[in-house]
């Protein structure tokens, strides 16, 4: 046991991997099951998967139905109420509230984001998608309350809450709405539920952090003035722990908005995020982008609203604009809403906005973009191609098959195969004789794996080497977990479309950590560059990940070049964020110390700042990952070929099992890399 | 340990009162289980034993069979370095902390035997406590801070608010009535916590460490106050402070602790010039004598019991510090007046005699104890 302990934590062990690889890689032709995982041995999850959704349905299908009845009975008021309303009334609410909460900036913005909506012409289907979350935005916030008051009071409770609320949380969104269809049925209510779903968890985390976290002498101040315990939960931790809760208000809205677009991929819903899909996937760019302005715009209002609500709270009613008390603010609103749809009777424009006066400049639009695209056509192949053949295919299928006279100018002929098999090895050699066997292992493998690609490699040693990994950053119970999920992967035959997924998401943060960490480097050095970045890392993160598509979509036309883009777009917030954050920081006395010790500013980034920041960049590294993962559903709209496509077609097909299979596919990779990346930082923390 | 029998002169504890608390064998034990180790009454003989036979186990004895007594209006202050127990006590009196051993005496009445509700009712009435860190609730603002304790018993809104403003101008908090926490000084929350202990009207009044989070300046100010409300409330008091300056000032006794064992009980100058071990010779190591001695403790000996014509006569609380300008050069001798009664005379030979012993036997305490830890490690 010893010496399998002592072997797999060192060099010897990794040697032995690689060579077995080599072996396997010779051998391939005649054994080809090394590579491609025989359909015949795996596991028949989906037939099992849909006859066990079938016999759900039959047996409790009349519960479901009746359920989602109830449901739609609620958001069918909720929506002919918003529907009956004139849309001053509505705008002027929303800048009334906005106003209160945080002053006249963030009024003129309301009111701005709300007229685009009526001047464009799409205030209805804006409005259906509000509904969808007007209803699902409290019932998520009361659920995730009392579940996440649960998890605070009974520890127990909470260690069966977390990981659920962490599984439903990496599960890709898509993934959920198919069972949802199956158990619901057809139509809004599954938009309702998904978004239900996919917003309680947020609710849930920060409403048992805040009760947790709340200051132990304010506690025994509130028993000291002899509070029962309903009064010390009451009037003493809930409010002192409100700060947080409304924090976890903010997220629920935006997972909630989030969601609710995402499922009007399924069509029926007459709302905003069905309009876009229609129109990118008709390719009409114009339309898509003033329609994702209106999303982005939706998300950005009711993201601000939120926040400022959750700031300003602690300071009590004072914060509002004016000091008013709540009663009067209610009032307010009131007669603001009377008053407005009074006048809505004598000015009907106010009421109906008339065609006449829309501006709707789609068909400019698309001539521009067409211009554009045409105009520079040349220059975006260019750049579509070297990307493709000099970065994605030697990643995906190896230099083996990317090397043609045809992409790279000349054929990867035996010498030169032999040139590059040297090359690797005396590289090898060199980390080795420096003393790291560690470089001298990373070498080889990427080495080989640049050879025959990613999806070339035989799956045995390389599961063999992911456990080791884990084994050796994690312990055991990692390598146990590490194996059991890959080991899923490939019994459940989609170890094809899980490489696949893992080349898109690893060459994305890759280039994510780069660019990102560069950037957030450069931001951390200067306020200027930090300034500029953040509305640009503000939008891309309240923006709903449909809407990052379209401008790469746009011009790049689908493919897997635009997936990577948008990908790298969603994903790269956190690797900017956390850097700056990370190297901002670091001790200003540690930093005057080691330039008195006169290190060069060169110096000071590499041997001072950048290692201290490293576990703040390593969480940074952590949320890019699961950013990723996330993208990476949805990008397989624009065309892929891993599991996200997988969980797209079963949703397409309707097929449970599928669709099933794929999305916790992807929930598993998520949590073996966000339990990977945590036991790296374990040691450094 | 010098036993505390002197009556202290000036302001001690009126001996005729039953104590307002009592604290008899008191334990907390953190870890597991620790009410087992209290089922042997015999092991209760040698608490010291005791303690550190827990400790072999791992479990935490935070507080080791603390015994003292609080009168009516006295001060009473607990000191200690940091993790000796001192909150820990102060918890155990108050119930926030569940003692797993002994007796708290509130009038006469033990506290540990009280129900939740019961003892709901007694902090609703007759305690009041202040915190290091203030304990304000974020969302409410001062006024409703300081009422807050009486809007949990429902009292009705008129009489709140006319005890509110007692207590608000008390502390000197008028016009600062609609401020919340975040928008005002660490004085000033102090000023809002003490007004928020101080208007349920309590008896037992309990501060742990209530100025320690204050800069030095605000400190001696809050000193000044918190002296002043006492002078007109007359609560009985429990006060932890790491100050002894500040202990000085305010305190009638000082409780001195270690590893949550009381290693010395008596005023602050016996703890100076009686110290029960080196730890307590260290503890007080830097304070001035001359400040902390009174004119009672530099009697001459046998001097004439009536004053000479012309001679000037002192309180006999009077600080050393502050007779030396009136014995340097002008006057021989000083007549020290205690109530209607003169006790004797200061003279610079007998204040230099007095300063003089004391210091020898700090010393001699730090020494001795010193060499025995020595000779211990040796
Ligand atoms: N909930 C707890 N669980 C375990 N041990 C505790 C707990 N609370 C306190 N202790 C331990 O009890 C001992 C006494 O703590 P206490 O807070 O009473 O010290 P203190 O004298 O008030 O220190 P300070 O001056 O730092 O406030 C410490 O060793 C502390 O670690
Ligand atoms: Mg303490």
Sequence with gaps: ?685 | MPEDDTQPSGSGPSPELEPKLQCRNLWKVYGAQPESWFRDPKALNDPAALASRMREKNLIPAAVDVNFDVAQGEIFVIMGLSGSGKSTVLRCLSRLVEPTFGEVLLDGEDLLRKSARELIEIRRHKMGMVFQNFGLMPHLNVIENVTFPLTLQGMPEKERRKRVENVISLVGLEGREDSYPHQLSGGQQQRVGIARSLAVEPELWLLDEPFSALDPMIRRQMQDEFLHIQSTLKKSIIFITHDFLEALRIADRIMLMRDGMVVQIGRPVDLITNPADSYVAEFTRDVPLVRVMTAADALAPGATQQPSAGQPEVAATATLEDLLPQLAGRYDALAVRKGDRIIGQVTPESLIDALAKRTAAHGAAMDEDGSETAKDSA
């Design chain 1, 1 to 685: 046991m010893k010496g399998i302990r002592q072997l797999a934590s060192g060099g010897p062990a990794w040697g032995a991997l690689i060579a077995a690889t080599l072996v396997l890689l010779v051998l391939r032709e005649a054994a080809p099951w090394m590579i491609r995982f025989p359909e015949g041995w795996t596991v028949p999850l989906t037939p099992w998967l849909n006859s066990g959704m079938n016999w759900v349905i039959s047996v409790f299908g009349t519960y479901f139905q009746a359920f989602s009845d109830l449901l739609s009975v609620l958001m069918r008021w909720i929506r002919d109420g918003i529907n009956s309303l004139p849309w001053a009334v509505i705008v002027s609410l929303v800048v009334f509230v906005a106003y209160v909460v945080s002053g006249w900036r963030l009024a003129i913005f309301s009111f701005a984001a709300m007229f685009y909506m009526v001047l464009i012409g799409f205030w209805t289907e804006a409005m259906n998608s509000l509904a969808l979350v007007a209803l699902s935005v409290p019932l998520a916030v009361v659920i995730g309350f009392f579940t996440g008051t649960l998890g605070f009071a009974n520890d127990r409770a909470d260690r069966i809450i977390r990981p659920t609320m962490d599984m439903m949380q990496t599960i890709p969104a898509f993934a959920y709405l198919l069972p949802i269809l199956l158990l619901f049925g057809f139509g809004p209510v599954v938009g309702l539920i998904a978004s239900l779903l996919y917003a309680v968890p947020p609710m849930v985390r920060n409403t048992t952090l805040g009760l947790r976290n709340v200051d132990a002498e304010i506690i025994e101040a509130g028993r000291m003035a002899g509070a029962t315990n309903s009064q010390l939960f009451w009037r003493v931790r809930v409010p002192s722990a409100m700060r947080q809760i409304l924090l976890g208000v903010n997220q629920t809205t935006m997972a909630a908005f989030s969601m609710v677009i995402i499922a009007s991929i399924i069509g029926g819903t007459a709302d905003i995020g069905w309009e876009v899909l229609k129109s990118i996937r008709r390719a009409l760019f114009g339309e898509s982008l003033l329609l994702g302005l209106v999303i982005a715009l939706m998300a950005m209002v009711m993201d601000r609203l939120t926040a400022q609500i959750a700031a300003r709270d602690t300071s009590g009613p004072e914060g509002l604009v004016g000091g008013a008390r709540p009663r009067t603010l209610w009032l307010s609103a009131l007669v603001l809403a009377v008053a407005v749809a009074a006048l809505a009777q004598v000015l009907p424009f106010l009421r109906e906005y008339p065609a006449a006066w829309e501006f709707y400049p789609a068909d400019q639009l698309n001539a521009g973009i067409e211009y554009v695209v045409t105009e520079f056509a040349a220059t975006i192949n260019y750049i579509k191609q070297v990307a493709f053949f000099f970065v994605m295919l030697p990643v995906k299928v190896g230099f083996e098959q990317t090397i043609t006279p045809f992409s790279w100018g000349f054929a990867f002929t035996d010498t030169l195969k032999t040139g590059y098999g040297v090359l690797v090895l005396a590289l090898a050699a060199l980390s080795w004789w420096r003393g790291s066997w560690r470089r001298a292992a990373l070498v080889m493998f990427f080495g080989i794996m640049l050879f025959v690609g990613i999806s070339g490699m035989p799956w045995p040693t390389l599961i063999a080497m992911a456990t080791l990994l884990a084994y050796q950053t994690g312990g055991r119970r990692l390598a146990l977990g590490m194996a059991a999920g890959l080991g899923f992967l490939l019994l459940a035959g989609v170890w094809e479309e899980a490489m696949l997924s893992l080349y898109l998401c690893g060459l994305a943060v890759l280039i994510c950590l780069l660019v990102g960490g560069a950037l957030g480097i450069l931001a951390a050095e200067s306020d200027a560059v930090s300034v500029a970045l953040r509305p640009f890392n503000d939008a891309l993160q309240t923006m709903p990940l449909f809407v990052i598509l379209i401008p790469f979509v746009m011009i790049f036309k689908i493919g897997e070049f635009t997936a990577l883009l948008a990908i790298i777009a969603y994903a790269i917030v956190p690797s900017i964020r956390y850097t700056e954050h990370g190297i901002r920081s670091v001790s200003k006395e540690v930093i005057e110390a080691a330039t008195a010790s006169g290190c060069t500013p060169w110096q000071l980034l590499w041997r001072v700042k950048l290692p201290l920041a490293a576990p703040v960049i390593l969480l940074g590294l952590n949320q890019t990952i699961m950013y990723a993962i996330a993208m990476l559903v949805i990008a397989a709209l624009v065309g892929t070929s891993d599991l996200g496509q997988r969980v797209y077609i079963g949703l397409g097909d309707g097929d449970f099992g599928v669709g099933i299979v794929a999305g916790v596919g992807m929930a598993i990779i998520a949590m073996l890399a966000d339990r990977m990346t945590q036991a790296m930082g374990g040691d450094r923390m």
